[in-house]
Nanobody, 116 residues
């Protein structure tokens, strides 16, 4: 089982980052894939998800600033994040939509830090 997220880093407010996540085929194939984030003191929240056909859905806070995409040939899902804000700081994870926090593998995620 593999969920390898990358692309995080430190960026100033207003900046951009592009996250990538390569998943095992057993997780990726045919599933709606999603990006989640866990910010300080909060539970893991859904950021956006995308169907295998490419239909994307966003949380209110990511709509208009973030864009999710996937490459089915590479088992990879992307998250382009623009106009980043300090409140976007957190650990970003990818997984299939509806993955269990307790029973599914999540991998280490990738840290995003936005300075003001």
């Amino acid at each position: 089982v593999q969920l390898q997220a990358s692309g995080g880093g430190l960026v100033q407010a207003g900046g951009s980052l592009r996250l990538s996540c390569t998943a095992s085929r057993i997780i990726f194939d045919g599933n709606v894939m999603a990006w989640y984030r866990q910010t300080a003191g909060k539970q893991r929240d859904l950021v956006a998800h995308i169907s295998s056909a490419g239909t994307a859905t966003y949380a209110d806070f990511s709509e208009g600033r973030f864009a999710i995409a996937r490459d089915n040939a590479k088992n990879t899902v992307y998250l382009q994040m623009n106009d980043l804000k300090p409140e976007d700081t957190g650990v970003y994870y990818c997984n299939k939509r509806g993955a269990s926090s307790n029973f599914d593998y999540w991998g280490p995620g990738t840290q995003v830090t936005v300075s003001s």
